[in-house]
């Protein structure tokens, strides 16, 4: 069949996005699915960091490739093997296909799985196949296993989790990534406690979920960073107890100041090394500094040795929230129902696969939290 598409034919691309257009809108060829994948119709996909980062050249992927890793969808074909999805079953995505067999997933840490991180660099389904290409015959490469800034895709079963109904799919798609990743980095990561302190540096779309992961979670206190006052009046309005701005020469002293010694854990979202020096600093002696947000590859950090071993500082790397997707998608979506997640409340804007390019503009400048691509 032939669907609308979004295909990123080169990366680096120079800003503004509006007028390079990295994104062209296509007609390209997707097959049907082969065994154990599932085709369905694209509602709603949200525009994150990981897909500006393919852009703007920070992860190198092969192109042509449809971007597009956070997504809901209604089932429409089920391929051979897979019998415990239906046509009209709605599914959320997740950006990394687990098998269910090597050796991370086994131990319960799915978002490691070896070959679904193989396929997701080699731009395949699990399987190896490539579903996509455009009208001249040329492959076309899938973005982690989903594609999803397209009308239609072919994912693979290990990639679809299945969701209620009545949970509206713009809502829905906000749980593949930045929900995932976010609340996950809070309970899975570090496995904060109610009573404890919580500091998140960086307040996109990953931060903020992180920020209802912690009232969620019960945490006492809860301060947000960021560059942006709008984001931390956000946060604030969220659940978080303090706002600082990351542009503030003093912000992290006076965090540790207010208190005590710092946070028990800091969780840098925003992808950048100064985030996480500033995470590290404002991290109490015994705490734990984490990192979901993924910089550039050639960034660095410095840190002092000594401090981590006097300290017994904890350094944690959260892929994906450390999130099992079956698992715990479910998990988040029912606290969602019962209003303890309102991540509808992450929803900056809406909009037609036509404006994606402006809309990524305005996610690179920093102006939304979630702008969801609606089909």
């Known amino acids: 069949m032939r669907v609308r598409a979004a295909v990123?034919?080169?990366?680096?691309?120079?800003?503004?996005?509006?007028?390079?257009?990295?994104?062209?809108?296509?007609?390209?060829?997707?097959?049907?699915?082969?065994?154990?994948?599932?085709?369905?119709?694209?509602?709603?996909?949200?525009?994150?960091?990981?897909?500006?980062?393919?852009?703007?050249?920070?992860?190198?992927?092969?192109?042509p490739m449809v971007l597009g890793h956070e997504a809901s969808a209604v089932v429409v074909e089920a391929g051979a093997g897979v019998a415990d999805l239906r046509p009209g079953d709605h599914v959320v995505m997740s950006f990394t296909p687990t098998c269910g067999q090597c050796l991370p997933c086994l131990d319960g840490?799915?978002?490691?799985?070896?070959?679904?991180?193989?396929?997701?660099?080699?731009g395949t389904l699990l399987s190896g196949a490539l579903r996509l290409r455009c009208d001249d015959g040329t492959d076309t490469y899938?973005?982690?296993?989903?594609?999803?800034?397209?009308?239609?895709?072919?994912?693979?079963?290990?990639?679809?989790?299945?969701?209620?109904?009545?949970?509206?799919?713009?809502?829905?798609?906000l749980f593949g990534c930045a929900v995932m990743t976010g609340v996950g980095a809070v309970v899975n990561?570090?496995?904060?406690?109610?009573?404890?302190?919580?500091?998140?540096?960086?307040?996109?779309?990953?931060?903020?979920?992180?920020?209802?992961?912690?009232?969620?979670?019960?945490?006492?206190?809860?301060?947000?960073?960021?560059?942006?006052?709008?984001?931390?009046?956000?946060?604030?309005?969220?659940?978080?107890?303090?706002?600082?701005?990351?542009?503030?020469p003093d912000a992290a002293e006076a965090i540790r100041a207010a208190t005590g010694g710092g946070v028990d854990h800091a969780l840098e979202m925003a992808g950048a090394a100064p985030a996480f020096e500033f995470a590290y600093k404002i991290t109490r002696r015994g705490g734990t500094t984490a990192s979901a947000g993924l910089a550039n590859p050639n960034a660095r950090i410095s840190l002092s040795p000594v401090h981590i071993v006097a300290d017994e500082r904890i350094i944690k790397g959260s892929y994906q929230g450390g999130c099992v997707p079956p698992r715990d998608i479910p998990r988040f979506i029912g606290l969602y129902q019962r209003g303890r997640?309102?991540?509808?409340?992450?929803l900056s804007s809406t909009g037609p696969l036509e404006e994606i390019n402006s809309a990524f503009d305005r996610l690179d400048r920093g102006e939304v939290v979630r702008h969801v691509i609606t089909f």
């Open 109 to 122: 840490r799915a978002q490691l799985c070896a070959p679904g991180q193989a396929a997701n660099g080699a």
């Open 341 to 346: 997640l309102p991540v509808q409340r992450l």
């Open 189 to 248: 990561t570090c496995r904060v406690k109610a009573g404890e302190r919580v500091a998140v540096i960086g307040l996109g779309g990953v931060g903020l979920s992180a920020v209802l992961g912690a009232v969620a979670a019960g945490a006492e206190r809860i301060i947000a960073v960021d560059l942006s006052q709008a984001k931390l009046d956000l946060a604030l309005a969220l659940g978080a107890t303090d706002a600082y701005l990351a542009g503030d």
């Open 8 to 63: 990123l034919r080169s990366s680096p691309v120079a800003r503004p996005y509006a007028q390079t257009r990295p994104l062209t809108i296509e007609a390209v060829h997707l097959d049907p699915p082969g065994r154990d994948e599932v085709l369905v119709k694209i509602a709603a996909a949200g525009l994150c960091h990981s897909d500006l980062s393919v852009i703007n050249g920070d992860r190198p992927r092969q192109t």
């Open 142 to 173: 899938h973005h982690c296993g989903v594609s999803g800034f397209a009308e239609h895709a072919v994912v693979s079963r290990r990639s679809v989790v299945k969701i209620p109904d009545d949970v509206p799919l713009v809502d829905a798609a």
